[in-house]
């Protein structure tokens, strides 16, 4: 699968973007869709996943209550609303889907979108 992330830009403390991410292949309702971060000079870390079933979320503790993820499979899209945003939510985000087990684990992923710059002013 091929996976195609968009929807970042320059968003003032406070405001929202949603992220897409757009997938290629027909077996994409097949895959756990999870989306990970990095900030410059900083790892990547895990911001949130959606299982293939859509009945299972996980997000980190820096998002919950402001981020919600969510999936359309009719149009192999991946979404990810921000809300309530931060400076401290500058990173690119990027997109990663792996089939069978969910997890936040980002060495797991198989496939990974080329990643979409946000960023947060104060």
């Known amino acids: 699968v091929q996976l195609q992330a968009s929807g970042g830009g320059l968003v003032q403390a406070g405001g929202s973007l949603r992220l897409s991410c757009a997938a290629s292949?027909?077996?994409?309702?097949?895959?756990?869709i999870a989306w990970f971060r990095q900030a410059p000079g900083k790892e990547r870390e895990f911001v949130a996943v959606?299982?293939?079933?859509?009945?299972?979320?996980y997000y980190a503790d820096a998002v919950k209550g402001r981020f919600t993820i969510s999936r359309d499979n009719a149009k192999n899209t991946v979404y990810l609303q921000m809300n309530s945003l931060k400076p401290e939510d500058t990173a690119v985000y990027y997109c990663?889907?792996?089939?069978?087990?969910?997890?936040?684990?980002?060495?797991?992923?198989?496939?990974w979108g080329q990643g979409t710059q946000v960023t947060v002013s104060s």
């Open positions: 292949g027909r077996t994409f309702s097949s895959y756990n």
């Open positions: 959606i299982s293939w079933s859509i009945n299972n979320r």
């Open positions: 990663a889907a792996k089939t069978l087990r969910m997890t936040m684990d980002g060495t797991e992923y198989e496939y």
